[in-house]
């Protein structure tokens, strides 16, 4: 890895991670960077998923005053979430990555829709999870989480829009608690999947220094700085992110 290179990545680092923090989808940046200074596929995957679960796990704590979420909510999802994402970066580690992107803009396509028209679906059956959620929705929450989870630690790119699309769907309206709650998902996702990937070494450690540190610096600032914006700006900027990401994959995968 050159300098120009390393300069390069720190700042693919620093988008993605303040991606991540606002909306989701920092690995619209991230991997494609990897990608372009010449990290194959599969590596790519795995040190960008180390890369950004840093840099949305310390954006985690600007978000600490927004979360009020009940432990029969909290555990389920939490389990589902580190079993999806250690059975995702198995099946990363075993599978082509090509195979999975002619996938991935159909998922991506969803999630986009559920999370900008979920609220319309559900009815607004209540204002939040904290309190009302009975336990056929947290039922329902914890299999989504876990094809989510398995996603997640398979690719990792827009897992924080698909949890945001399963979040409104559920009912939840306050964008900046479930903010809070999609980037303690996805850094428990990330992390199992990180693990994994340390483990069978597939990560290239050069590369994901640098892009760690920019998506550390990018997860922080963003994050603290997006409490300020109205919540109407945010869900608008997660609805572009989606039809981004789904536009450019389905370009990537089907050409």
Partial sequence: MNFHNAIFLFFA????????????????VAFPALLFTGVPPVPANATNTLALWVGTTASGGAYRMKLNIPRRVMIPLVAT???????????????????????????????????AFGKHLTGR????????????????????????????????GGIGIM???MLAAMGM?????MNKLKVLLGGVINGAATVMFVITKA?????????TAGSLIGGLASAHYAQKL????IRGLVILVGIAMTAYFFRRGYR
Avoid: C
């Avoid at 336990?135 to 989504?144: C, E, K, P, Q």
């Fill in 13 to 28: 680092g620093a988008i993605g991670g303040a991606i991540n923090a606002v909306a989701g989808g920092g690995s619209f």
């Fill in 81 to 115: 979430s580190i079993i999806g994402g250690l059975a995702g970066a198995v099946l990363l580690i075993k599978t082509p990555a090509q195979t999975f992107l002619k996938v991935l803009p159909w998922l991506l396509l969803g999630a986009t829709l559920l999370f």
């Fill in 125 to 156: 059956i209540s204002a939040g999870i904290s309190q009302d959620s009975n336990a056929r929705a947290v039922a329902g929450a914890s299999i989504f989480e876990l094809f989510v989870a398995v996603y997640g630690g398979y690719f990792g």
């Fill in 163 to 165: 949890n945001l699309a």
């Fill in 173 to 177: 309206t306050d964008i900046h608690a």
């Fill in 203 to 211: 990560i290239v450690w050069p590369q994901a220094i640098v892009m």
């Fill in 230 to 233: 109205p919540q109407s700006w």
